[in-house]
């Protein structure tokens, strides 16, 4: 028998359907409770609002799981490319022979920018933003991809998909190499896609890349962990987006500006800058954890906290060891990754951690393994972009696919003046 929930309002019962997800997850639907008794529910900040059904990401916040379509990160990351776990996001299923050679021709066909687009990169000041540069030149790729705006058409979709895949690493490249004022690196053939963005970004006339399997690795890993995580900001813009039917370029670009902030994406440049900063100033673990316990302060230990992990972030687990082994494999040492150790150390033995189950998330260790990789600090959330465009596309297509989706519209509680003339209205001179 399917489970209801009782709601009493105003002295009058109301009863209310219990959706169950395939994990068990427990959600008391109140689509219909307005209509039937004038009431909302109020959850600022969504920390309790499922806003849809999907069936692309679980994670368990508790138990500290997270599963691409069912699979576990931890095998995905063993076992497949950021491309492979790409497809099994955005179609559901890993690629077969005949399905990753088509895609990955794809991705290699639709790699280049159109050469006005490219002009476009002389418009923006050396110093811009990288975000805000990627975020503008994706929904760019609006103008010049018209014909994609429709994508009822499985194989549109698969050009739109391969087109923003490709085409997101060519533009971060070029960015980087335009605020240097370097030439731009083409992209080569015959290389994966994570080779093809390293050569794009490093190399150079004068100084050829040498390609190391090993850094291939490590960026490659740091796209698949960061491929889907659920309905997060930047994913939440998407989907928003999308459910006014907006083309998909538009509704990436969105999620591109909402990823930018250092709330959500931009962590992993907070917590290298975070630090930096200790580094210089010679700070014991001590003072920084004091610091971080005094609400004056306004301080967080950046790459600590998940609004949804209240234990390990697996991502975080992973990325740690690829993090040890790449910096191993390139000779250096980090003073910076001993800082972060030591840290993580002090915090989990610390009670105002422990009470509010702060552990590592993802962000913590990424932007060490970025450092060792040579990517300068600015670029850092850009990265994280191109990792997390296979959950935008996926969640996109899944508003778009659904019979029953609505246009994205929440409602609120208004606390503003009553009524008055237009006349009170006017500030006083
Ligand atoms: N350092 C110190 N204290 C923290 C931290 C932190 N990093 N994170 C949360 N807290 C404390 C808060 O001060 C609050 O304490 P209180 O109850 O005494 O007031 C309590 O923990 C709950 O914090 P909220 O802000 O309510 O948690 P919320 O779920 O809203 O925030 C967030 C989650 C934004 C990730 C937060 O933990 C944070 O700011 N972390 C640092 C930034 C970061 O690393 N972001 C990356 C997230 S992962 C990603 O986007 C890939």
Redesign the pocket.
């Known amino acids: 028998m399917s489970q209801t929930a009782k709601i009493i309002l105003d002295g009058k019962e109301y009863e209310l359907p219990v959706i169950v997800g395939t994990e068990n997850e427990k959600a008391v639907d109140i689509s219909q409770l307005r209509s039937q008794s004038g009431y909302i529910t109020y959850d600022d900040?969504y920390?309790n609002t499922g806003s849809c059904k999907s069936d692309i990401t679980f994670i368990d916040g508790e138990k500290g799981i997270l599963r691409y379509r069912g699979v576990d990160i931890a095998e995905i990351a063993e076992k497949s490319s950021f491309l492979e776990a790409a497809y099994l996001i955005i179609w559901g299923h890993l690629p077969n022979k005949a399905e990753r050679q088509e895609f990955d021709d794809l991705i290699q066909q639709h790699e280049m920018l159109h050469e006005n687009m490219k002009h476009q990169f002389q418009g923006f000041p050396p110093q811009a933003a990288p975000m805000a540069v990627l975020s503008a030149m994706i929904n760019s790729m609006s103008c010049f991809h018209s014909h994609l705006y429709d994508l009822d058409e499985p194989h549109k979709f698969l050009e739109a998909t391969a087109k923003l895949l490709a085409k997101v690493r060519t533009i971060a490249a070029f960015s980087y190499k335009h605020s240097i004022g370097e030439p731009i690196s083409y992209p080569a053939p015959g290389l994966s896609y994570t080779e093809n963005f390293l050569h794009m970004m490093f190399d150079a006339p004068n100084h050829p890349y040498t390609l190391d399997p090993e850094v291939v690795r490590a960026m490659d890993l740091m796209f698949l962990l960061?491929a889907d995580?659920e309905q997060?900001?930047s994913t939440s813009t998407v989907r928003m987006v999308g459910s006014s039917q907006a083309n998909l370029f538009t509704s990436v670009a969105a999620g591109v500006s909402g990823?930018w902030g250092?709330?959500?994406?931009?962590?992993?440049q907070?917590?290298l800058e975070m630090l930096e900063g200790i580094h210089k100033r010679g700070d014991s673990i001590e003072t920084v954890i004091a610091k971080?316990?005094d609400?004056d302060s306004k301080?967080?230990?950046?790459?600590?906290?998940?609004?949804?992990?209240k234990n390990f972030?697996p991502r975080a687990k992973i990325i740690k060891k690829a993090c040890d082994d790449v910096l191993k494999k390139l000779g250096r040492k980090d003073p910076l990754l001993d800082i972060a150790k030591e840290l993580e150390q002090a915090a989990l033995a610390d009670d105002?951690?422990v009470e509010?189950k702060?552990y590592p998330?993802?962000?913590?260790y990424s932007g060490i393994v970025m450092r060792a990789i040579g990517i300068p600090l600015n670029m850092f959330t850009v990265m994280?972009a191109i990792g997390r465009m296979p959950g935008w596309i996926a969640n996109w297509k899944e508003v778009h696919d659904s019979p029953s989706q609505r246009i994205y519209r929440p409602r609120q509680v208004y606390v503003g003046p009553v009524q008055r003339s237009y006349e009170d209205a006017r500030k006083q001179d």
Not at 262 to 268: D, I, T, Y
Not at 299 to 309: D, K, P, S
Not at 361 to 364: E, G, I, P
Request: proline residues 0%.
């Open positions: 900040g920390g960061h995580h997060n900001c990823l250092r709330l959500h994406g931009g962590a992993n907070a917590v971080v316990k609400k301080f967080r230990l950046m790459g600590f906290g998940h609004r949804v992990y972030d105002y951690f509010r702060l998330n993802v962000d913590f994280f």
